[in-house]
């Protein structure tokens, strides 16, 4: 089921949203428009509609169909809510806890790095190279959004998703629950705690291994500026070249690939050269990097020998 179908769901440092009981309730005549609010938010409209949508209970096309009717007074104290924090920096897939991947609405919370749509690429990249019935494990899952996309994509897989961060395996075990509890229930989607390789059984193999592994530099100043400085840092940084848990994913990746197996890596976009080496040096084959929508190097795979 996609959570397109569902109303928004509450995050907990929001405000209660509205829902459908604000609906019910008949706001004041003389309380501003939906649109006036909105406009006058000092937020970028589509930002300022998403985040109304979401303290009103309502889809941002109903908002617009009806953005001339005054807010309901529940609707609005919520909204301002949410407008300040998004004015002090708030990434608004924290304010409205969720994000959608690849067509699926997925939970996120700060413990969570929220889904980027370059991470689609890999998971396309993966199911291109999937065979029947493979058996998959993403590393660092997060949020859970390659490796539930993967088990919902298509029903043949076998995938298994890892994080060292509890609280973000949480996060993935809420989504696998909601977008594939058939997968969950059967196995065929498993998700574990722990270090990289460690987390798995040390007899376990794969045909695929795919991982979007924290890959900034420690010192980046990125990691300080705009939505970013709300994410996990461990989500993010990874020693002092960006490269240390690529580096650790890489070098464990042989043995628990099958002959044939495909390791895909997503990186950075200035780190494809690194992670084309270190894959040479673990003996990968067929090494080759895809651009994002963005034309930049993204996703780096190679194939262990027959
Ligand atoms: C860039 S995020 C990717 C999240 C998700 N796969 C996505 O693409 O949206 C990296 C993930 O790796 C996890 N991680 C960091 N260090 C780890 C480690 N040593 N072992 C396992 N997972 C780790 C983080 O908790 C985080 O969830």
Redesign the pocket.
């Known amino acids: 089921m996609s959570r397109h179908d569902a109303a928004p769901a509450p995050h907990a440092g929001a405000p209660a949203p509205a829902g459908s009981a604000a609906a019910a309730t008949p706001a004041a005549a003389d309380a501003p428009s939906r649109e006036h609010l909105v406009l006058a938010s000092g937020l970028p409209r589509l930002e300022a509609r998403v985040l109304l949508a979401h303290a009103s209970g309502r889809r941002r096309e109903w908002l617009i169909a009806h953005g001339d009717e005054p807010a309901e007074a529940r609707a609005a104290a919520a909204f301002a809510e949410l407008a300040q924090r998004r004015r002090d920096g708030e990434p608004i897939a924290y304010l409205t806890g969720t994000r959608e991947?690849l067509g699926r609405d997925f939970e996120v919370s700060p413990a969570?790095?929220?889904?980027?749509p370059e991470?689609e690429l890999?998971v396309r990249a993966a199911l291109e190279r999937a065979p029947h019935g493979a058996r998959i494990v993403?590393?660092?899952?997060?949020?859970?959004?390659?490796?539930v996309s993967l088990a919902c994509e298509r029903d043949d897989l076998r995938v298994l998703g890892?994080?060292?961060?509890l609280q973000?395996l949480e996060v993935a075990i809420g989504n696998a629950r909601c977008l594939a509890a058939q997968a969950l229930a059967s196995s065929r989607l498993r998700l574990l705690a722990?270090?990289?390789w460690e987390?798995i059984d040390p007899g376990e193999t794969f045909d695929l291994v795919v991982?979007?592994?924290?890959?900034v530099p420690a010192g980046d100043p990125h990691l300080s500026q705009g939505d970013v400085r709300f994410e996990?840092s461990?989500?993010?940084a990874?020693g002092p070249d960006g490269l240390a848990?690529l580096r650790?994913i890489v070098a464990g990746a042989s043995a628990r690939l099958q002959p044939g197996g495909w390791l895909l890596l997503?990186h950075g976009y200035d780190q494809d050269v690194a992670v084309r080496a270190l894959l040479a040096g673990a003996g990968f084959t067929a090494i080759a990097t895809l651009p994002d929508a963005a034309g930049l190097p993204r996703v780096t795979l190679g194939r262990r020998p027959e």
Request: proline share 10%; no cysteine; hydrophobic share 40%.
């Open positions: 991947f969570v790095l929220i889904p980027r991470t890999l993403d590393l660092g899952t997060g949020s859970g959004a390659i490796a890892t994080d060292a961060s973000a722990g270090n990289w987390a991982s979007n592994p924290p890959y996990p461990q989500a993010l990874a848990a650790e997503e």
